[in-house]
T-cell receptor
Framework: DAGVIQSPRHEVTEMGQEVTLRCKPI?????LFWYRQTMMRGLELLIY????????DSGMPEDRFSAKMPNASFSTLKIQPSEPRDSAVYFC??????????????FGNGTRLTVT | AQKITQTQPGMFVQEKEAVTLDCTYD???????LFWYKQPSSGEMIFLIY??????QNATEGRYSLNFQKARKSANLVISASQLGDSAMYFC??????????FGKGTRLSVIA
């Protein structure tokens, strides 16, 4: 199994530009999560999906952030317009199910976003 | 209140020694799970070990074990026979009810030769 695949690994962009982060979850995993990691705030959940449907997006910081999951094998996180404070590592993770405590998340390698 | 508290921002341990990384949690749900993840300098998040609230035994996985003290709401990670490759950030996380994992701020472990 290839694991969770994220692209790009690194993204450097200028303030005001649109940024799109991509994620391919592990096949058969019904849950997909987007987390953001910063030094100040640690790992924060942004949004998660179950069977391609967004369940909880209360962690999305602002309307500038949006996430979609058009099918079971692909999700995007978009920031438009980007700001320097959005600089962080963005992780995508998937798990086979929730409601079962012993279902660990499988993380991608993350996208390091730098907004100048 | 913080769901997960990791009070040690940084720890040092001599190679081949054992080390304990602290984690306390806050929940009123009787059914929950506790996870530990390792994040090396390369950045990926690696699942290490899991402990369920109803598990009678402390979890063990190779050199990793969990010192689970339910009444004290603590789930400390014990790494035995530390290796240089254990140098990394370690995160404790809790799953409760039907909500996604909530992570602590992490502990940076440095193993010294």
């Amino acid at each position: 199994d290839a694991g969770v695949i994220q692209s790009p690994r690194h993204e450097v962009t200028e303030m005001g530009q649109e940024v799109t982060l991509r994620c391919k979850p592990i096949s058969g995993h019904d849950y997909l999560f987007w987390y953001r990691q910063t030094m100040m705030r640690g790992l924060e959940l942004l949004i998660y999906f179950n069977n391609n449907v967004p369940i909880d997006d209360s962690g999305m910081p602002e309307d500038r952030f949006s996430a979609k999951m058009p099918n079971a094998s692909f999700s995007t996180l978009k920031i438009q317009p980007s700001e320097p404070r959005d600089s962080a590592v963005y992780f995508c993770a998937s798990s086979p199910r929730q409601g079962r405590p012993n279902s660990p998340l499988h993380f991608g390698n993350g996208t390091r976003l730098t907004v100048t | 209140a913080q769901k997960i508290t990791q009070t040690q921002p940084g720890m040092f341990v001599q190679e081949k020694e054992a080390v304990t990384l602290d984690c306390t949690y806050d929940t009123s749900d009787p059914s929950y799970g506790l996870f530990w993840y390792k994040q090396p300098s390369s950045g990926e998040m690696i699942f290490l070990i899991y402990q369920g609230s109803y598990d009678q035994q402390n979890a063990t996985e190779g050199r990793y074990s969990l010192n689970f003290q339910k009444a004290r709401k603590s789930a400390n990670l014990v790494i035995s026979a530390s290796q240089l490759g254990d140098s990394a950030m370690y995160f404790c996380a809790i799953f409760e009810g039907n909500t996604p994992l909530v992570f602590g701020k992490g502990t940076r472990l440095s193993v010294i030769a």
